[in-house]
């Protein structure tokens, strides 16, 4: 069965205090991997696809990485307003994780 | 550029109700998607629409759940008659492509918050 595990569940960092959430998959032939914010109460807004393995995308304060069997999200520095939930999605078939809350506190 | 629009927003119904979302897609958006999304989960896939036709309703429970793209621009969603664990958000997504690679970047609407009593 096709999955897609993201861990940890919930993150809580200070002001400036960088970290890394991951997402492991088990789709096979994988065509593309997604990384989502979710914000409480509204739509996933698109952050990054990855490809292939090797590949990094980055974007403010952002990195996504792809491995043969996982992804990283990368937060350099990350201030209160990067609190939200991260979720990854595959590609095929399209599987969602359960994405990772993250809390930044001032 | 308008995002995607949902209504309503919230819906409270009873059990065994029928209740109906709509979803107005991004301007010329031609692939329209709708996800359930219970709490704490990810959006799970119920269907795509590519224009008004269908590319994918594998995972959409079929006994009860029905949706329509008319005109290849509006869509909606209904469900009759609802459970309690249809209790979800349902979000409505489109993307530009004309394609059916699922890779395209999908714009997301603010969702309609569901929950059946």
């Known amino acids: 069965e096709d999955q897609v595990t993201q861990s940890p569940e919930a993150l809580r960092l200070q002001e400036g205090e960088s970290s890394s959430l991951n997402c492991s998959y088990t789709v096979s032939g994988l065509r593309g991997l997604f990384w989502y914010r979710q914000d409480p109460g509204k739509g996933p807004e698109f952050l990054f696809t990855l490809y292939s393995a090797g590949e990094e995308k980055e974007k403010e304060r952002l990195k996504a990485t792809l491995t043969k069997k996982e992804s990283f999200l990368h937060i350099t520095a990350p201030k209160p307003e990067d609190s939200a939930t991260y979720l990854c999605?595959?590609?095929?078939?399209?599987?969602f994780g359960k994405g990772t809350r993250l809390s930044v506190i001032a | 550029e308008a995002g995607v629009a949902q209504s309503p927003r919230y819906k409270i119904i009873e059990k065994r109700q029928s209740v109906a979302f709509w979803c107005n897609p991004i301007s010329g958006h031609a692939t329209l998607y709708w996800y359930q999304q219970i709490l704490g989960q990810g959006p799970k896939l119920l269907i795509q629409?590519?224009?008004?036709?269908?590319?994918?309703d594998s995972q959409l429970p079929k006994d009860r759940f029905s949706a329509e793209r008319l005109k290849g621009v509006d869509s909606t969603l209904k469900i009759q008659p609802a459970k309690l664990e249809d209790s979800a958000v349902y979000l409505c997504?489109?993307?530009?492509?004309?394609?059916?690679?699922?890779?395209?970047?999908?714009?997301f609407g603010p969702g309609t918050r569901l929950l059946v009593l």
């Open positions: 629409f590519q224009n008004n036709g269908v590319v994918d």
């Open positions: 997504a489109s993307s530009l492509v004309r394609g059916r690679t699922l890779l395209e970047t999908q714009y």
């Open positions: 999605a595959a590609v095929p078939p399209l599987v």
